[in-house]
């Protein structure tokens, strides 16, 4: 199905499976105030998730012990930015994106924790569907796909727009770094440092843009 970029930000209906489709709107991301998850209190971090889930509209009921231990993995200075659960595997997992990655976790009494982490610069897409009171949200990020159902239907607009809009905003942010040539070659450096240091570029692009740098 093509749909026209016209329409980002609206639900159409796909011609050939007749499911409803999210077109992801791309925009520059609203300025974020900063949340220190390191220092906070517990009675503030579950303000700070209580704001979030009511404003996507995620009741948590089923990803509590996820939510409690993410402050336990976020970078320094990491914002979560968005989060929302379903089911992948059979498991129900916790999904957050972070203006660094999107991280899905499931905290099982049995298993333990499982978790996987994709740095944003890595997604190629974040598309949703809704069905009648429940959707899904596929992530693609080069190397396969991942397919979480049983998402709670008023989420899934809300967590891909989202996704649109922080990775459009990273990658604003990088071109704006790469892309400064009368810039004092060591600043250029630092800044790159920086970026790595906060795993958006892997050390692998650090190495391909210090290397264009330098000469």
Not at 64 to 82: H, R, S, T
């Amino acid at each position: 199905m093509v749909i026209d970029s016209s329409a980002a930000g609206m639900t159409v209906e796909c011609t050939s499976c007749k499911d409803l489709v999210i077109v992801p709107s791309i925009k520059p991301m609203e300025k974020v105030i900063e949340f220190n998850y390191k220092t906070a209190s517990k009675k503030e971090i579950k303000s700070e998730f209580n704001r979030i889930a009511k404003e996507l509209g995620d009741d948590r009921f089923f990803t509590k012990k996820e939510l409690n231990y993410l402050p336990e993995i976020l970078q320094d200075g990491e914002q979560i930015l968005a989060f929302s659960s379903g089911l992948m595997n059979g498991n129900t997992w916790l999904i957050s994106l972070t203006d660094r990655r999107i991280i899905l976790l499931d905290k099982g009494m049995i298993y333990g924790l499982k978790q996987e982490s994709i740095p944003l610069n890595r997604v190629n897409a974040v598309s949703g569907s809704t069905g009648l009171f429940f959707g899904k949200i596929i992530i693609t990020d080069g190397a396969k796909d991942r397919e979480i159902t049983m998402v709670w239907k008023k989420t899934v607009k809300i967590f891909t727009n989202k996704c649109q809009d922080a990775i459009y905003t990273l990658n604003q942010v990088q071109h704006q770094v790469l892309q400064q040539p009368e810039e004092d070659p060591y600043a250029k450096l630092e800044k790159l440092a920086s970026l790595k240091g906060k795993g958006i570029i892997s050390e692998d692009e650090f190495e391909t843009e210090k290397k264009k740098i330098l000469g």
